[in-house]
Antibody, heavy 120, light 112 residues
Framework: QVQLQESGPGLVKPSETLSLTCTVS?????????WGWIRQPPGKGLEWIGS???????YYNPSLKSRVTISIDTSKNQFSLKLTSVTAADTALYYC?????????????WGQGTLVTVSS | DIVMTQSPLSLPVTPGEPASISCRSS???????????LDWYLQKPGQSPQLLIN???NRASGVPDRFSGSGSGTDFTLKISRVEAEDVGVYYC?????????FGQGTRLDIK
């Protein structure tokens, strides 16, 4: 069974950079598929942040595009999210997921999520 | 960007009864290959979302056959033939035909 686990700071100060890592187990991320990030503000719905195809192509939500970078470290079987210049509006539960369909759709495995709070 | 609209937003259901959730997209989700690029997810309380349906009507592995997806173009429906207690949670549709991928607002299913 494929497993994904998010990790990173739970508290980030406004204007700083949010950095999260997703560690994948029991599947090599360099083999296939899309690897994506989705977030969920407290009590609200889901928002797609972006994804990276295993070949290195990236796709970002335009609403965040200027601030987001997704990268892959195949040596560690991890992929990462960086979101710059954060504000309170970026406070959310951040999920990583594997997408076996286009652009990281058909997300069949998800991490448990990690809560990131933006506050001074 | 494609906007996804779900209804109803709240759905109380008696166990054993059927349930239906509607999802509409602001643009057609039909790909040139004929498939509808529409996923359905269920987020049970305190859990990560889980894939129920992809390509509009394909049940994901392990999903009970009481769940079915239908529709084409801009109008889609998720049906549960007989609701069970374990089906409570928030159901989301998501378009996957173009970026940015977009989710509906979610439909909360509760047991009466």
């Amino acid at each position: 069974q494929v497993q994904l686990q998010e990790s990173g700071p739970g508290l980030v100060k406004p204007s700083e950079t949010l950095s999260l890592t997703c560690t994948v187990s029991r599947y090599s991320i360099s083999t296939n598929y899309y690897w994506g990030w989705i977030r969920q503000p407290p009590g609200k719905g889901l928002e797609w942040i972006g994804s990276m195809y295993y070949t290195g192509s990236t796709y970002y939500n335009p609403s965040l595009k200027s601030r987001v970078t997704i990268s892959i470290d195949t040596s560690k079987n991890q992929f990462s999210l960086k979101l710059t210049s954060v504000t309170a509006a970026d406070t959310a539960l951040y999920y990583c997921a594997r997408g076996t369909g286009s652009y990281s759709s058909k997300m069949d495995y998800w991490g448990q999520g990690t809560l990131v709070t933006v506050s001074s | 960007d494609i906007v996804m609209t779900q209804s109803p937003l709240s759905l109380p259901v008696t166990p054993g009864e059927p349930a239906s959730i509607s999802c509409r997209s602001s643009q057609s989700l039909v790909h040139s290959n004929g498939y509808n690029y529409l996923d359905w997810y269920l987020q049970k309380p305190g859990q990560s979302p889980q894939l129920l349906i992809n390509l509009g009507s394909n049940r994901a592995s392990g999903v009970p056959d009481r769940f079915s997806g239908s529709g084409s173009g801009t109008d889609f429906t998720l049906k549960i033939s007989r609701v069970e207690a374990e089906d409570v949670g928030v159901y989301y549709c998501m378009q996957a035909i173009q970026t940015p991928l977009a989710f509906g607002q979610g439909t909360r299913l509760d047991i009466k």
